[in-house]
């Protein structure tokens, strides 16, 4: 594939859907990104704030959305806070984000800091933060994690699957409002868990980072 990806039409791809790729200063791994949405038979499109300011419907035509991870200026503020002033600042944007949220023919995904600015943009609902870790550090290790069952597009085929995922985060804790996770759990929504060695999903460290 040709990573010169701002507007890469998949020529293989039956499935002809338009994915952003939205990156900011400091983000990295777009490009990883882009890979896994191009195997997978999507367009790929990569995006960043000038892109939005300059087009205030681009979002318009994308069918999904996917937040990298990295250190959006360099989490000064906080992990993703920054980011996500930006988006909350500037109305041409914001106005563009919440039409996106609001359709209802759209999947987005976030990873680490993207899902921590999913998070300050309330796309995940009430009741959910991000958080230190109890480690009080910054955790890189590999961990395993098992599929559940649920209605995610993206692990519709993988129920029960457990498999290796690298983690890298200072705030990676998701601390949940009882409500909100009895919430998630009724409707089937918690997509991923830690697991032992044993495949049990658990909670202790080092298994649960």
């Known amino acids: 594939y040709n990573f010169n990806y701002k507007h890469f039409i998949n020529p293989i791809s039956n499935i002809n859907r338009n994915v952003g790729i939205i990156r900011e200063e400091g983000s990295n791994s777009d490009r990883e990104m882009a890979a896994a949405f191009l195997h997978a038979g999507h367009n790929v499109i990569d995006i960043n704030t000038f892109d939005l300011i300059k087009n205030e419907k681009l979002l318009d035509n994308f069918d999904g959305l996917a937040f990298v991870g990295g250190f959006s200026y360099a989490d000064v503020l906080g992990s993703s806070k920054g980011w996500a002033s930006v988006i909350n600042n500037n109305q041409t944007i914001k106005k563009q984000f919440n039409r996106f949220f609001i359709r209802d023919n759209t999947f987005s995904i976030g990873v680490c800091n993207g899902c921590q600015l999913m998070i300050q943009l309330g796309w995940l609902?009430?009741?959910?933060?991000?958080?230190?870790?109890?480690?009080?550090?910054?955790?890189?290790?590999?961990?395993?994690?098992k599929v559940n069952k649920t209605n995610c597009e993206m692990t519709k085929d993988l129920e029960e699957l457990v498999f290796g995922i690298w983690v890298a985060h200072g705030e990676g804790k998701f601390e949940i409002e009882n409500k909100k996770l009895l919430e998630l759990k009724e409707n089937n929504q918690i997509v991923f868990q830690y697991v032992d060695f044993e495949k049990n999903v658990t909670q202790s460290y080092p298994h649960n980072p």
């Open 125 to 145: 609902g009430e009741g959910i933060s991000m958080n230190k870790n109890d480690s009080g550090r910054f955790e890189s290790r590999f961990s395993s994690v």
